[in-house]
């Protein structure tokens, strides 16, 4: 599989490239394959932080095509993350589906990077996403430690609701379906999100339209700060 323009740019913006192997494979539900990597020395040459992820590149008769994941459980001290692939059609799921434990794939690590403030720290924490995102927002809740959260997850299908989060008594999680093309999630949100933003850290990630329009409440609408909103789209509804 011969790389693409896209790896030439990522490799000169200071892209590392790493080759995972697949160590085992698990059906999540109907619509979630679920895969045990060894990152060949990514975590040990990279570090973990919230919300990490990834660019795998993937052989589309012959062309390159990359696709971010995050990690899940990252463990340092074995080299091993498990990666979650929706089952929807496309050369990634296809892939996953047919992944067999020593099969390897490409990663390339550029662009990740992310820490929530410590000065000050937050003191409730407005995480909005779905399952897209979920394991993203998981490794938030884990590294937050007693910090409240308030957590609103889109499911398109009902199955989705069988990821779990990594909720808490002090988390609060609701799940919102995909009505009106992702209008129901922004109204929720927007509706129920308090005004008073002191001491709040907001994280959106969900789809893109979806996220504009949240991120633009919180900082239009609410005057959230530039250091207390982290947004970024996890996918673009077609």
């Known amino acids: 599989m011969k790389r693409n323009w896209e790896a030439l740019v990522l490799k000169a913006m200071g892209g590392r490239d790493f080759r995972l192997t697949v160590l ?30 990834v ?6 008769a012959g062309k390159a095509h990359q696709r971010a994941y995050t990690l899940v459980d990252p463990d340092p001290d074995t080299g091993r993350f498990h990666l979650e692939f929706a089952l929807h059609d496309g ?40 399952a897209a995102s979920l394991p993203a927002v998981n490794s938030l809740l ?22 779990t989060p990594r909720a808490r008594g002090h988390h609060k999680v609701m799940w919102v379906p995909r009505q009106d093309g992702g209008q129901y999630l922004v109204d929720t949100v927007c509706a129920a999100i308090p005004p008073d933003t002191e001491g709040a850290y907001y994280w959106v990630a969900c789809e893109a339209g979806s996220n504009r329009s ?18 970024l789209a996890y996918w673009t509804a077609r």
């Open 142 to 163: 884990d590294h937050a430690g007693d910090v409240p959260a308030t957590v609103w997850l889109e499911y398109a299908h009902d199955d989705e609701q069988a990821l």
């Open 24 to 53: 085992e494979s698990e059906s999540v539900n109907a619509r979630y394959q679920r895969l045990l990597v060894d990152g060949g020395g990514l975590l040990e040459a990279c570090g973990v932080h919230p919300t990490m992820w």
């Open 91 to 130: 050369v990634a799921a296809r892939w996953a589906t047919g992944a067999r434990p020593g099969d390897t794939i490409d990663a390339t690590v550029q662009g990740t990077g992310f820490a929530l403030p410590d000065d000050p720290a937050p003191r409730h924490l407005y995480l909005v996403g779905d």
């Open 55 to 60: 660019r795998l590149w993937f052989d589309n």
């Open 214 to 231: 949240i991120a633009r409440h919180l900082r239009r609408g609410l005057g959230a700060g530039k250091q207390q909103v982290s947004s």
